[in-house]
Nanobody, 120 residues
Framework: QVQLVESGGGLAQAGGSLRISCAAS????????MGWYRQGPGRELVAAIT?????DYADSVKGRFTISRDNAKNTVHLQMNSLKPEDTAVYIC????????????????WGQGTQVTVSS
């Protein structure tokens, strides 16, 4: 069974920084894209990274957030700088994972989320 477990997050002041991480574990054969979403009124893609290192960012975080990944450890990180109060949200890890073997289909897995709060 595959699990995504987030860590980090917490409280920061506006202009400050936080780093959140997500580790995938279980019967993992391959991971395609890993990313972070945030839950507000809706669920918004914040950043994503492919296994080859290509990245995509929401316009609202470009230049402030950096996503990185360690393929050997099945982890993804989000470095958040120049934080703004509007970045306050629950940040949820996502990964497209192929479990057990190369014949398995890729399935979307989600973490439980980690709270990020930015005070003004």
């Amino acid at each position: 069974q595959v699990q995504l477990v987030e860590s980090g997050g917490g409280l920061a002041q506006a202009g400050g920084s936080l780093r959140i991480s997500c580790a995938a574990s279980g019967s993992i054969f391959s991971i395609k894209t890993m990313g972070w979403y945030r839950q507000g009124p809706g669920r918004e893609l914040v950043a994503a990274i492919t296994s080859g290192g290509s990245t995509d960012y929401a316009d609202s975080v470009k230049g402030r957030f950096t996503i990185s990944r360690d393929n050997a450890k099945n982890t993804v990180h989000l470095q958040m700088n120049s934080l703004k109060p509007e970045d306050t949200a629950v940040y949820i890890c996502n990964a497209e994972i192929q479990d057990y073997s190369a014949t398995s289909a890729y399935v979307d897995y989600w973490g439980q989320g980690t709270q990020v709060t930015v005070s003004s």
